[in-house]
C-alpha cells in the first residue's frame, strides 16, 4: 500500500504542475493540435496531438452474499450449513501508455477475493507487467512480460469492469491460478489486424504447480489426471476472432463485456491452448503415464443498440472442447466463504465451489437486454441470464450453473450496482449430481476509467 500511495502522490503533483485545458481530445480518437493540451479524460499527454499519452484508472467489485453451503461445509473447523458474507471480489489498479508511436506499456495490480477468512495484508499482487512493440502500427506488435495476451476464448481475457453479468464465465480461464497468476502468464506474444482479422498467439511458460493455491504434496498421483509437478514444457495459446461490424480495440488484451449500445460488433472466434506433458496420472500397472493438455474453443459475440432511446442488446455464446486428461476436474467457487469440508462422499467441497473445470465439453451462453436510458431518472436497467453446461467425464450427470440478475447503471460502468441469482449443483465422488444450492449475491461496482 506504501508504494501505491507514492504513485497517487506523484501522480497529483504531476498533475498540479503541468498546465491543463479542458478542450483535449482522447487518444483514440483523430488526434488534434492543441498547445499546452496535457491532461484530460484521466490521460497525461506526452506530446501536442495526443497520440502519446499515459493513464491511470482504478475500480472496485464489493459483494454481500447469502448463500446455501455445499454438505459438510466447514469454517475453521466450525460446520456451516448457510451464511451472509462481505468481501472485495476485485480491486484492479491500472497504470499504461502509449510512451512513443510504437512502445506501449501496462502495468495493472490490486487483489481478487478478500473476505473475512482471507490473509490478511497480503493479497496485493501484479497481475499485469508487459512492454509491446510495433512492428507496424496495425498489423503486428511483440510483447513480453506477465499478461492476459492469452488463448482460447473471449472471455479468457476480459475487461471486469465491463462484464454485463455479475461475474465472468470463469471456466474459460483454463489454468486459472493453477499453472498461471488469475489468468495471467509468463509469455512472449503477438497481436496484430489483418484487415477485420483480430488475432494474439503467445508462448508461456507456466508457473509452477507446487506454488498454486491448495496445492498438497501428499495427494500425490491418483488414476484421475492432475497437473504434473514436473518442470513444465512451454505452453501455446492462440485466439483468432473475425470482427464483421464495429472494429473493436486491441490496445490492452481485455475484452469488453458490453459496449451499452455504444457500438455495433458482431464477432466469430476460435482458439487453443496446447502444452505438452502438462498433465499425468496412475495407469493400470500404477506407472506414471504423462499426457499432452489441449483445449479447443469457438464463440459467437453480438452486442448492438436496439431503439433511439439507447437500448441495446447483449449476446454471447461459446462451446469449448477441454483435455486435461482421464476424469479431470477442478472445483471453483468464486471469493469462498468456507475453509474446509467433513464430508469425504462430497465431490464439489467447501462453500460454495462446484466442478466448474473438467475433461469434457463445455458450453456457455448469456444474454442481456438494456432498457431505454433515463429509465429511472438518469439512471436504467439491464438485465441478464446465463448458464454453463458442462458434459465432463468423472461426471455421471451434466453439470449446469446458472445465473439471472440486473443490472442498476447509476453511471453507466462508472457506479453500477447488480443483484443476482446463482444456482449450482452438489456432485458426490461417485460422480453422480445429489442436489442443488442457491445464493444471492448483491454488487457495487466503482470504476474510475
Request: negative net charge; glycine residues 10%.
Given at each position: 500500500m506504501k508504494k501505491l500511495k507514492y504513485v497517487l502522490a506523484f501522480t497529483g503533483l504531476i498533475a498540479m504542475l503541468l498546465p491543463q485545458n479542458v478542450n483535449a481530445q482522447t487518444p483514440e480518437v483523430a488526434p488534434v493540435k492543441q498547445e499546452n493540451n496535457f491532461f484530460k479524460d484521466r490521460k497525461f499527454y506526452l506530446n501536442e496531438d495526443g497520440s502519446n499519452f499515459v493513464k491511470f484508472t482504478f475500480m472496485t467489485q464489493a459483494w454481500i452474499r447469502a448463500a446455501d453451503y455445499n454438505p459438510g461445509t466447514t469454517i475453521n473447523g466450525v460446520a456451516k450449513s448457510s451464511g451472509t458474507d462481505i468481501g472485495i471480489r476485485r480491486y484492479r489498479v491500472q497504470m499504461f501508455g502509449q510512451l512513443t508511436?510504437?512502445?506501449?506499456?501496462?502495468?495493472?495490480?490490486?487483489?481478487n477475493n478478500f473476505n473475512n477468512i482471507s490473509d490478511r495484508k497480503q493479497g496485493f499482487f501484479v497481475h499485469d507487467a508487459y512492454g509491446?512493440?510495433?512492428?507496424?502500427?496495425?498489423?503486428?506488435?511483440?510483447?513480453?512480460?506477465?499478461?492476459?495476451?492469452?488463448g482460447l476464448s473471449r472471455f479468457a481475457s476480459s475487461s471486469v469492469g465491463t462484464i454485463m453479468g455479475i461475474d465472468l464465465p470463469l471456466y474459460q480461464e483454463a489454468t486459472n491460478d493453477v499453472t498461471d497468476q488469475f489468468g495471467r502468464k509468463l509469455s512472449i506474444f503477438a497481436k496484430g489486424k489483418l484487415g477485420k482479422l483480430d488475432y494474439r498467439v503467445s508462448m508461456a511458460q507456466p508457473m509452477s504447480i507446487q506454488k498454486s493455491t491448495g496445492y498438497n504434496p501428499a495427494n500425490g498421483i491418483s488414476k484421475n489426471s492432475s497437473f504434473s509437478a514436473n518442470p513444465p514444457k512451454m505452453q501455446y495459446n492462440a485466439y483468432v476472432q473475425y470482427q464483421f461490424k464495429d472494429q473493436e480495440s486491441n490496445m490492452t488484451p481485455y475484452a469488453t463485456g458490453t459496449y451499452l449500445g455504444k457500438k455495433t460488433v458482431f464477432n466469430v472466434g476460435v482458439g487453443a491452448i496446447y502444452q505438452k506433458h502438462a498433465m499425468w496420472h496412475l495407469g493400470v500397472a500404477n506407472d506414471t503415464i504423462s499426457t499432452d493438455m489441449l483445449h479447443l474453443a469457438a464463440d459467437i459475440y453480438y452486442d448492438a443498440p436496439m431503439g433511439e432511446k439507447g437500448q441495446?442488446?447483449?449476446?454471447?455464446?461459446?462451446?469449448?472442447?477441454?483435455?486435461?486428461g482421464?476424469?479431470?476436474?477442478?472445483n471453483s467457487g468464486p471469493m469462498n466463504p468456507a475453509n474446509g469440508n467433513n464430508n469425504p462422499a462430497i465431490l464439489n467441497g467447501a462453500g460454495n465451489a462446484f466442478p466448474m473445470f473438467g475433461t469434457g465439453t463445455a458450453m456457455y451462453f448469456q444474454?442481456?437486454?438494456?432498457?431505454?436510458d433515463n429509465l429511472i431518472g438518469t439512471t436504467t436497467l439491464m438485465p441478464y441470464v446465463s448458464m454453463q453446461y458442462g458434459d465432463y467425464e468423472r461426471l455421471n450427470?451434466?453439470?449446469?450453473?446458472?445465473?439471472?440478475?440486473?443490472?442498476?447503471?447509476l453511471a453507466g460502468q462508472t457506479s453500477k450496482f447488480t443483484i443476482s441469482y446463482q444456482n449450482r449443483p452438489v456432485f458426490g465422488t461417485n460422480g453422480n449430481s445429489i442436489e442443488r444450492k442457491g445464493a444471492v449475491v448483491a454488487q457495487y461496482q466503482v470504476f474510475f476509467n
Open positions: 508511436d510504437r512502445v506501449f506499456a501496462y502495468t495493472q495490480f490490486g487483489e509491446e512493440y510495433a512492428i507496424d502500427k496495425t498489423k503486428l506488435s511483440l510483447g513480453l512480460g506477465i499478461s492476459g495476451w492469452n441495446a442488446i447483449s449476446l454471447y455464446g461459446n462451446i469449448t472442447h477441454f483435455d486435461y482421464t476424469n479431470y476436474t477442478r444474454a442481456g437486454y438494456k432498457f431505454k450427470d451434466a453439470m449446469t450453473y446458472y445465473d439471472a440478475g440486473v443490472n442498476w447503471f
